[in-house]
C-alpha cells in the first residue's frame, strides 16, 4: 500500500509527524505538506504565483501552498506513482459541521478525492495536542482495518474524521455521523494598524447549533470517534423541481425597459 500524507498545518506540526510514525511501517509512504499553516484554506489553489518544493531534514517534502497545492501537484506530476490513498491530518482542533467547508485538511483529503484517490481527513477534537499518541494509533487502526478487509480500491471515497482528545483507552467506539451545524461565525474584531488604518481578524467560530444525537458533534461529545462520509457534489437536488419551475418563469419574463 502506497499513502500520500498531507496536512494544514505545516510540515513541522507534530499531527502530521505523529501520523507519518504511525503509518510508515504498514505502509510506503510520503509526506508532501504547506511549509506554513494553512489552516481554513479549503480547497484553495495557487494559480498566479509559483510553487516550489523542498525536502527538510526528515524527509517530509514542503510547498510554499496551500494544502490542496500539495495534493494536486503530487499527484498531477510530482510522484511518479499513484498512491492507493491520501490521508490528512492529524489536525489540530475539530473539523466538524460547518467547519468542513473551511477546512483544508479536509481541503486536502478532498484534492485526493478529486484525483479518483480514496481518502480521509483526520482531527483531534480539541487543540493543543493532547493525548496525540491515541489519535495516531487510531488512526493507524482505521488505515489498517481498512485495508485487511480490501476497502482500499480503485474507486474513490472521502471520509472526515474527528477523534476526541482521550487516552487510548478512553476513546470510544466508531460512529457513523451527519454533520452538525454550528450558528453563524462571531463578529469580527477591528483594530487599528501602527499607520491608524482600521485592519480586521475574523471571528471565532460560532457555537454549536445541531449537535443532536447522530451527529459528529454528538459522537465525539459522548467520547467517540465521530466518521462522516463526504461528497463534493453541491447540487441541491431537493430544490431542482422547484428551481425548474422558476427559471421557466424567469427566462419567460421580459423586464421592462429601463
Given at each position: 500500500m502506497k499513502i500520500l500524507i498531507s496536512n494544514d498545518d505545516g510540515y513541522l506540526a507534530p499531527g502530521i509527524v505523529a501520523l507519518y510514525e504511525a503509518l510508515k511501517d504498514i505502509a510506503e509512504v510520503d509526506v508532501i505538506a504547506p511549509e506554513q499553516n494553512n489552516s481554513a484554506k479549503s480547497n484553495a489553489l495557487t494559480l498566479h504565483s509559483p510553487l516550489y518544493v523542498h525536502r527538510a531534514a526528515n524527509g517530509f517534502r514542503f510547498v510554499n501552498?496551500?494544502?490542496?497545492?500539495?495534493?494536486?501537484?503530487?499527484?498531477?506530476?510530482?510522484?511518479?506513482?499513484?498512491?492507493?490513498?491520501?490521508?490528512s491530518g492529524i489536525n489540530n482542533g475539530a473539523n466538524m459541521g460547518d467547519d468542513?467547508?473551511?477546512?483544508?485538511?479536509?481541503g486536502a483529503a478532498m484534492e485526493g478525492f478529486l484525483f479518483g484517490v480514496p481518502a480521509i481527513a483526520f482531527s483531534q477534537v480539541e487543540k493543543d495536542w493532547v493525548h496525540l499518541d491515541s489519535a495516531a494509533r487510531k488512526a493507524r487502526e482505521l488505515v489498517l482495518s481498512m485495508q485487511q478487509q480490501q476497502l482500499i480500491t480503485p474507486t474513490p471515497w472521502l471520509l472526515n474524521v474527528n477523534i476526541p482528545n482521550r487516552p487510548f483507552a478512553e476513546i470510544g467506539s466508531m460512529k457513523l455521523c451527519r454533520l452538525g451545524k454550528r450558528h453563524a461565525a462571531e463578529k469580527v474584531i477591528p483594530q487599528r494598524s501602527p499607520r491608524g488604518e482600521t485592519m480586521y481578524w475574523i471571528g471565532a467560530a460560532g457555537p454549536v447549533k445541531d449537535d443532536a444525537e447522530g451527529t459528529d458533534f454528538h459522537a465525539t461529545a459522548q467520547g467517540h470517534m465521530a466518521m462522516t462520509p463526504l461528497k463534493v457534489d453541491l447540487t441541491d437536488h431537493d430544490s431542482l423541481g422547484y428551481w425548474a419551475q422558476t427559471a421557466a418563469r424567469l427566462t419567460s419574463h421580459t423586464p421592462p425597459a429601463p
Open positions: 501552498g496551500t494544502p490542496a497545492d500539495c495534493v494536486h501537484i503530487a499527484l498531477s506530476g510530482l510522484l511518479n506513482y499513484r498512491p492507493d490513498l491520501v490521508v468542513t467547508i473551511y477546512s483544508g485538511t479536509v
